[in-house]
């Protein structure tokens, strides 16, 4: 502000506005919402590393049972199988056989037995 005294101009200095030191509600909500924000991601990192440290201790017990399945001797190989092929069709000749049910019905079975 400029005041003059005897033709000479004097500055006299202005106080500056004082600030409201009170927040505003939205300045409150912000405040309240960065908070919040934070909280929550401090509680999914913790929640990632408990996840982390169980996983990597889960992968060293399956790795060290595989560990164990590789270090064990080579099985040996089974032995041939005797007897008739399980996977083979055989034809059997059922002419003059004693029968039961008709004779054009989709499945046929056969009984072998030994009675001795």
Known sequence: MKRQQNGQQQFQPVAPPQRRR???PLGLATLAGVVVLLMIGYSN??????LDRTLSDRLAKLEGQIAQVASRPAAAP???QRGPDPNRVYSIRTANAPVKGPAGA???IAEFSDFQ
């Open 106 to 108: 989709p499945v046929t």
């Open 22 to 24: 009170d927040l505003e």
């Open 78 to 80: 089974a032995p041939p």
């Open 45 to 50: 990192m913790r929640d990632i590393d408990r």
